[in-house]
Structures are given as structure tokens and as C-alpha cells.
């Protein structure tokens, strides 16, 4: 079956660096989601990429899109303490009239001040 | 609007036991998925329901199982409780089946004891 990986799975980084997470799935993705689940909480979306090569930028954080469509990552740009959370890659699986989100182990995101 | 609702917040059961889970998902949308989710771990895709029919079923045991109702909303049921069943489960709700962000409820944590 469809498989996501991401890497690394914690980071550490001091307040003002900056942090990037890598996912890979196993199958070519007709679109890839990324959420973010702060500590006790669920996981919220923050963005769809659906083409290839595709880069999309929120604030300081910048989404792309492998150009193959298989791999993403996720760049956050001088940290803050909010950013702690887990960020989780998810890929859509469709087959014989489902839709399920294959989700990635996510990358822990630790910010010291 | 509310978001996706599920009840309860917090459960806590014997081995053996049966439990319900229960979620309203977002008014307008007619898709409910249901994950589990172990600590230090991604969401594990369980069912998706669209329209009161099963559109998905996930790795699991026929200890699972799960129903929509008329008014969208959804229950997850397990049987026969086991302590590897502890985990947050989490209700997404969507509009569409395929290629939507999915909004996610605040979960229940079970712990099987």
C-alpha cells in the first residue's frame, strides 16, 4: 500500500533559525496536505499543493511540491515559539470509491528561545 | 459555524469493554473519516463515510465498525477493547470525498486499562 515518510522525525532549533521537513510517499500523489498539530491538540490544515513543482508560501512558511509528485517539504524561515507543534504530510488515497489520507510520522518541532 | 464536535473528550475502559465515539462534523459537509492516532504517531486512517454508505475501510479489525446517520453525524464503535486500542481518535469532516482539506475535531483519547 501507499506509504509517506518523513524526515527528520524531531528538530530542535533555537528561536530565529530555520527548520525544514521532507516527505516521500512511495506512489505517485495527485495532490499532498500538510497539517500541524500543536502539543495536546489535533491536527489542523495549512495548505494543499495539487501541482507539479508547485511552491506556495504562507507568511514565513514555504510549501513545495516535488516535480514529480512524489515528495514535498515544508521550509519555516526564522522560528518563533508558536511553530512548536508536529507537522504532518498527508497524501489522498482513491481506489474503488474511497478517499483516505495517508499521513506521514510527522517531524516534532521543538523551539528553544 | 462549529466546527467538527466529538464526544467524549475523554474515556477511559477495561479490556473487554465496548465504547461508542461520536462526531458532528461540520454543517454542509457529508463526509466523516475517522482516525487513530498513537502517541508519536500519524494519523491511521479507520473509515470514511459519505452520504450514510462506507466509502473506505482501513487496516483494522472487525472489532471497528462505524455508521453515519441522516444528519451526517457518526458513531465508531469497538468491541472487545485491547490496551494497544488506546489512542486519540479523531473525526475529519469534508465537503467533498476526494481532494478537500480535512477539518478535524478536538478527538477522544481512549485509554484501555
Known amino acids: 500500500g501507499q506509504q509517506v515518510m518523513q524526515i527528520p522525525q524531531y528538530q530542535h532549533v533555537q528561536e530565529g533559525e530555520d527548520f525544514t521537513t521532507y516527505c516521500n510517499s512511495s506512489?505517485?500523489?495527485?495532490?499532498i496536505q500538510w497539517y500541524k498539530q500543536r502539543p495536546g491538540g489535533h491536527p489542523v490544515f495549512l495548505i494543499q499543493?495539487?501541482?507539479?513543482?508547485e511552491v506556495k508560501k504562507q507568511k514565513r512558511l514555504t510549501f513545495q511540491f516535488g516535480e514529480a509528485k512524489k515528495n514535498s517539504s515544508l521550509h519555516i524561515t526564522a522560528t518563533q515559539t508558536t511553530d512548536v507543534g508536529t507537522y504532518f504530510c498527508?497524501?489522498?488515497?482513491?481506489?474503488?470509491?474511497?478517499?483516505?489520507?495517508?499521513f506521514g510520522k510527522g517531524t516534532k518541532l521543538s523551539v528553544i528561545p | 459555524d462549529a466546527g467538527v464536535t466529538q464526544s467524549p473528550t475523554h474515556l477511559i475502559k477495561t479490556r473487554g469493554q465496548h465504547v461508542t465515539l461520536r462526531c458532528s462534523p461540520i454543517?454542509?459537509?457529508?463526509?466523516v473519516s475517522w482516525y487513530q492516532q498513537v502517541l508519536g504517531q500519524g494519523p491511521q486512517f479507520i473509515f470514511q463515510?459519505?452520504?450514510?454508505?462506507?466509502?473506505g475501510r482501513g487496516n483494522f479489525p472487525d472489532r471497528f465498525s462505524a455508521r453515519q446517520f441522516p444528519n451526517y453525524s457518526s458513531e465508531l464503535n469497538v468491541n472487545a477493547l485491547l490496551l494497544g486500542d488506546s489512542a486519540l481518535y479523531l473525526c475529519?469532516?469534508?465537503?467533498?470525498?476526494?481532494?478537500?482539506?480535512?477539518?478535524f475535531g478536538q478527538g477522544t483519547r481512549l485509554t484501555v486499562v
Open positions: 475529519a469532516s469534508s465537503s467533498m470525498t476526494r481532494n478537500t482539506e480535512a477539518f
Open positions: 506512489t505517485t500523489l495527485s495532490n
Open positions: 499543493l495539487v501541482k507539479s513543482g
Open positions: 498527508a497524501g489522498p488515497y482513491s481506489g474503488a470509491g474511497s478517499y483516505q489520507l495517508t
Open positions: 454543517s454542509g459537509h457529508k463526509s
Open positions: 463515510y459519505y452520504e450514510k454508505e462506507e466509502r
